[in-house]
């Protein structure tokens, strides 16, 4: 006989660390690092506060054997967190505030939660959480994890007078991990962190106490991103069950308009018409099969395309900027392409070429992923970029060739992006996506060529003039030794050689 | 001798006098203060065709300007120049040089080629200009293949003018060089040419004394047959009124290299005179090889898309060729020369070779 | 100000659905099929019954446009579910029977609940769950998920009697899908089950109507699993927090071997004395730092390895049977590797190796993988067999050469299958691992290099004497005529030349 | 003539008499009921080692046994007592032959070889049993090199015997087949001789009188000399007392070449008298590049890889051999013969030749 029982979803994500990264010490130190860093950022973003981010990572002295413990502590001057909501918020897996239909950071919903998870199964470390809103006070948490409850225990609280009216958020905690290793990749996610969120000041002390400093530019932040209502092709008959229980609206048109971007009064009645379904209808009063039937009707008619104001891209000149900032190049450009929409999720997608300068030739396109505003560092050859850039584009259209410093920087912001694996460090070719990419890397191309073209003509005109006077006294005297008679005077030619090329 | 052809002095002056002519003309293009220009046939493949009437490749009426004007032709252009006036020389001065000189005499001249490709390309432009061909200019190839039979020359080079020789000579054959090329023919007692395509056939032809029993001249060109050894071919057929069987390997590229020396190769459709049209292919074919069970290997990947591209060359349009190219397709496989040692050394010559020539009126 | 919510485990799982395999409609009905499969076969081997499964999909007629829908039916002679436990083993995610520490097939523990929750997400439909344990009655339930909530939600319930005292389980639901494109994986994975469960009988109906069947043979079944407690060296903090939590031992002498095995008093003593602890010291007086301390010196001292009766590999005969029942080659081997281990977790390598018969050359070695009796059929270029079977060994060795028909099998069994990344498609090369597989290819190499010479053998006998002769007139002809003699008798030569041979 | 050598006659006898030797050995085991086995030296890398006297390579003492027992042995071993008898016929009836010729005539007899390189192997299994080489078999390459230069020889092939040439009388130059490396030297005008590698420049040299302004005879090898021309080399030298001046492209392939006339290859390591160690290589040297400011080309990788390779060789222990390797590496260029057409076509006999002629004594 079977015994059955229930586990809580800390303690699934405890059975299946992997899934968010914390697969051994070397993943699991770069994977805090990272979750920790894109909490804060997201902050700040969504609130237009221009971030400002301090990380430092110390050694806590060796206890002998197997891996090291490291003491990791972060500031932010983001949002904060309302003191009510701290326990839940860093001390129970499924709780946070990025469950929302707009662009965010974080991957699987679980943010810094893993980290402090893991901190606690390897060293049985308590998490402090120190953090305000900008008002009066300031509050302390000490917290641990009950992993089989999936609950938060608060060890101690604290209340601090804040009379500077700091505002932010600081969390310190211990864990395994194996950061010598990790730090070639902690390094490089720090920098192109950098590049795409050039706004922001980090600051990141290692071990061994070398300092990292990447400072933000003077620069308006990007329009952070706002909450949008479903649109009608992005809807499964789950969402539309959930829509249904908790609509206040008495007819199906007023459910429509009311709970989807893109359907006004003239939209709702077309689309009901197309459905087979009269407007006046209750919503909370259909069927199971009717409420699949609506769900495949969406699918199949043709609204307007997804609003992208739930989007955040960074914007032409911010990218210019933080390509400019980190890598120093002869010649940049970047571009922002319009919104666009897959499966009825909208997306956009921003392109950036460097050349010479700071940018090192590689024997081909260095190539650099960001996914909104997360760097993407492993798996390259997967990507749908990667494909672009390399088999979909001929580079000589454009004078490069693979002896060239050349860079390619793809952004792609969605409320959904499409990744190929769970592993989410990739994108899958999505002929939507792929067709995107592939316009603006042609465009920022040829920008690129164009100023190679001009750098070459004035080197040409040189050269032209000297072939001629090179060339035309030996055709002189050639034909004169082969005609029998004296060298002819060529210096007519030649002025009228440098003529024709002037023009 | 049937048709003598111009003598050596006479044509030296003729190839002198094109040389001039070309050197004047842009000479007076430049006094006109004009940038000199030169037209000549253009050499694209939509300008090559097969005239059946010549039965060899033509180039057709679409000529190319090369102008000094152009930035892009002014280089070749000069180029050209330079090695008409070091050819000139050359003639003048009685000596000969090959395409790896002309190569490297340009950089005393400042006019350094990129390499021999380049060169080589230049001297087939100002074959195209004048109508002459590199061996006129004493620019001769470095392969040799030899001769053998009882043909009596008459040296034109110098130091050798009026001294003879008879190609019995020397029983392991007589080189063709450039001195034989521009000997002339003073008697011969062979009513008959056999070209080989292998040395080592070559060499048994002579210990089986073909030459005496089959009164014969015996050619063998070492593979594909330099440009010298069709002029000569064409020559021995043409003045001395010699019918010429051609023996090469069973395969494909045999076969072609009998196809060159018969219509000649497209490279070359600028220029007249380097085919033999009446020279006849008498194996080893395809059909020769199921009649003489003859050892052979399969064809290759490479041999069956050469095959293939045979097939839809227009000089492959008549019999044997197409007889023999079904053939091949058909039992896909291919044959040397030497195959026939299989039944004795000697068996090639006493049993196969009389066979062959009647294709060219009998022995 | 940032609004903070909690969102369910099934909800969760619902905007994760990459996680378990429900990517895409192709991905979708594959996974659903292995999930099914697997837990049907679960519940006949963990209790030595011969499975009989009956899966059948049917293609609902088309809906016009969109991806099909298909009826999914599975049926099994399964140990079957307690009518109480019924709601949630199959409407509620992270609940189930296998949370413990013994071999099962479940990846995630998710077992067929995607399968539903995907069906119910795509169609709306309800499952049906049919269980008896074979006692007085058999129970029916028509669930729905409540997604938001992970609740079921019970839409009918009903008994019946049991006359014939059934006992088993089927699942009947809808979803949409792609099977057309699915079904090669499919096919292949149930004849890759049927060789790695060979006296299991399944018979598939395919939505043509098409009958696969695969039969068991007549066979002992292999020992099931039996749950057995820790290993002390793959314990960490969290896990001895929850044992010093629920135990009843007042010392740590007493918990130590109550609760792990390998552990009697010598060991328990000898083990406290190296920690530095005092044997009788109550486990629930320990502060968080030496619970920490505890947890590091278990992994630093030197148990017995761990006990093995918690796996369940094939054995030698019944993987050969399986091979031999669905390829029909030749020549068979297997073999099945003592007990192993790694960082703490026990495990079983298991090999065969095939030639010629049914089995196909295909320019190489021919590789089958298993873990825990489940076929792995994707990435199999990163899986460490591949690295084993390719790189590692010298195949020439063993006479093997390319164009042989040549299949190799791996099958390793542990509690945690050291997957390399979450998709969970193959193994990492573990060190330990390695080395057993490389092992265990090495002899079963050797038993087929064996074979292959005794078949030589006689066949080379036989040409021996053809070239002798064939070669010695020759030598007598030639010789004679260089000397100018008459040519000499060699049939003494050849009397000797047939006795040397036979010897 | 110094030292004349045995007479064609006699030579052939000798041949005819070693091949009978080793069918009789083999009779008589048979007879007396054994195994038929056969000795030969080991050709393996570990038996060839660099005589410093003879300035060659040499076999050491290790031998092998083949024996008709063995399954594994006994293919090659008829094989090369059928080569035996095929060539026996050869010599005796005045025939010539090729490698290729060997390899289709064994069909006849049932014998037939995988491939050419099987039955090139056991031509030269025969050679090591026998110690005579291929061409004492009349077995001939295919490749043929040329001689130019006031020498008279006289034939000794069937139906030329007592007829002279003096190979001056083609200014083409003078095939070097069978007949020729077979005749006999009557008269000699030549006081030292020139090995060039290239035609082109054998060409230019005749043009420009070498063998009258230095009284010299000249080859061309064509490449790697053919093992008649080195036999041919060596007799000038030894049996004439002529000097020798070998003329390569600079690179290691054309010092190679030098040093395999003058050492000869660890291939040929069984047989005696195919190496002239007399003979100096003059260049072009790696100085000369230097010196003459030559055009020249980057070595290669392979190039590299070559003269890596020379150097750990140990007939390159000595100068001048060791200084242009050093030089070689440091420059790191390479430079052809016709190189020194940028000085004009005459400069290499010009300036170029009596320099190094010097090294052989003067001009």
């Known amino acids: ?503 | 001798m049937k048709r003598p052809r111009a003598s050596a002095k006479d044509r030296k002056e003729a190839v002198l006098r094109a040389l001039r002519r070309i050197g004047s003309d842009i000479y007076d293009q430049i006094i006109r203060r004009e940038f000199p220009k030169i037209k000549m046939p253009s050499r694209s493949t939509s300008n090559i065709f097969y005239d059946k009437e010549l039965r060899q490749y033509v180039l057709g009426d679409k000529h190319i300007i090369r102008s000094a004007k152009n930035i892009r032709h002014i280089r070749p252009f000069t180029q050209m120049l330079w090695v008409a006036s070091f050819v000139e020389e050359l003639v003048r001065s009685n000596k000969t040089s090959t395409l790896r000189d002309v190569f490297y005499s340009a950089q005393a001249y400042e006019m350094d080629f990129v390499d021999q490709a380049e060169s080589d390309s230049i001297i087939t432009d100002l074959e195209s200009v004048s109508g002459l061909a590199r061996e006129d200019f004493n620019v001769f190839p470095e392969e040799r293949s030899a001769i053998f039979g009882d043909l009596t020359i008459e040296y034109t080079v110098p130091g050798y003018e009026g001294r003879t020789l008879n190609l019995t000579s020397h029983p392991d054959g007589v080189m063709i060089g450039p001195a034989l090329t521009n000997a002339e023919f003073v008697e011969c007692k062979a009513d008959k040419l056999i070209v080989l395509e292998k040395g080592a056939l070559f060499t048994r032809f002579i210990e089986e004394r073909v030459h005496e029993r089959f009164k014969a001249l015996i050619i063998q060109t070492a593979g594909q047959a330099p440009r010298s050894t069709r002029t000569l071919i064409r020559r021995l057929n043409e003045e001395l009124g010699l019918p010429v069987l051609i023996l090469t390997d069973g395969d494909p590229w045999g076969m072609h290299i009998a196809m060159v020396i018969i219509s000649g190769s497209a490279n070359a459709a600028h220029l007249r005179k380097l085919n033999t049209p009446n020279a006849v292919w008498g194996g080893v074919w395809a059909t020769d090889i199921i009649d003489y069970k003859l050892p052979s290997d399969p064809l290759t990947d490479l041999d069956l898309r050469r095959l293939d591209e045979l097939q839809r060359d227009p000089r492959y349009g008549e019999e044997p060729w197409r007889r023999e190219i079904r053939t091949f397709f058909k039992i896909k496989r291919k044959a040397e020369q030497e195959a026939f040692s299989r039944y004795g050394l000697t068996y090639i010559v006493d049993e196969y070779l009389p066979k062959k020539l009647e294709l060219i009126g009998g022995r």
Chains 1, 3 share one sequence.
Not at chain 1, 390 to 418: E, G, Q
Not at chain 1, 419 to 443: H, M, Q, S, W
Request: charged share 30%.
């Open chain 1, 1 to 503: 006989m079977e015994v059955f029982e229930e586990i809580s979803p800390a303690d699934f994500f405890y059975r299946n660390r992997d899934i968010a990264g914390f697969t051994n010490p070397t993943r699991a130190i770069y994977s805090a690092i990272r979750e920790l860093v894109e909490n804060s950022l997201d902050a700040c973003d969504l609130y237009r506060i221009k971030p400002e981010i301090y990380l430092r990572i110390s050694q806590i002295s060796s206890r002998g054997e197997g891996p090291e413990v490291y003491r990791i502590r972060i500031r932010d001057n983001g949002i904060g967190v309302p003191p009510e909501a701290i326990p839940s918020a860093f001390g129970q897996v499924l709780y946070g505030s990025k469950y929302k239909l707009r662009q965010t950071r974080g991957t699987f919903g679980l943010g810094g939660k893993m980290a402090l998870l893991y901190g606690q199964i390897t060293t049985h470390s308590e998490a402090v959480i120190i953090s305000s809103t900008g008002a009066k006070k300031i509050y302390e948490y000490h917290l641990r994890i009950d992993i089989q409850n999936n609950r938060p225990i608060v060890l101690k609280r604290a209340e601090h007078e804040n009379a500077d009216r700091w505002r932010g958020t600081i969390i310190e905690f211990s864990m395994e991990g194996d950061y010598t290793r990790a730090m070639p990749k902690v390094l490089e996610y720090l920098k192109q962190t950098a590049i795409v969120t050039p706004y922001a000041d980090i600051t990141f002390v290692d071990p061994r106490g070398r300092l990292y400093r990447f400072s933000g530019i003077d620069s308006a932040m990007p329009k952070p991103p706002t909450e949008t209502l479903y649109h009608p092709h992005g809807v499964d008959v789950e969402t539309l069950n959930r829509l249904i229980k908790s609509t206040r609206a008495r007819t199906l048109e007023e459910f429509l308009k009311r709970h989807f971007q893109r359907i006004g009064d003239r939209t709702a009645r077309a689309f009901l018409e197309y459905a087979k379904f009269n407007p006046k209808r209750d919503p909370k009063g259909l069927s199971p099969e009717e409420v699949v039937a609506l769900a495949n009707a969406m699918k199949g008619f043709d609204f307007l395309p997804p609003d992208a104001s739930c989007l955040s891209p960074l914007g032409e000149e911010l990218l210019e900027a933080g390509i400019r900032k980190e890598l120093n190049p002869e010649f940049v450009s970047a571009l922002t392409r319009r919104p666009s929409t897959y499966s009825g999720y909208p997306f956009i997608v921003e392109v950036g070429i460097a050349y010479g300068g700071g940018v090192q030739a590689s024997g081909g396109i260095t190539l650099y992923r960001f996914a909104n505003k997360i760097p993407l560092l492993f798996d390259e050859a997967s990507d749908v970029s990667w494909k672009v850039v390399n088999n979909l584009i001929d580079w000589r259209r454009y004078k490069v060739s693979p002896d060239m410093p050349v860079a390619v920087f793809v952004h792609i912001c969605s409320t959904k992006i499409p990744y190929k694996t769970v592993g989410k460090e990739f994108i899958a070719d999505r002929p939507e996506v792929e067709r995107e990419i592939l316009n603006a890397v042609r465009e920022v191309a040829r920008r690129l060529s164009l100023y190679l073209s001009k750098k070459e003509y004035a080197e040409r005109e040189r050269r032209k003039l000297d072939v001629f006077q090179k060339y035309l006294p030996k055709i002189a005297e050639f034909s004169a030794k082969l005609a029998g008679k004296e060298v002819p005077d060529i210096r007519p030619l030649l002025r009228r050689a440098s003529r024709i090329e002037a023009a």
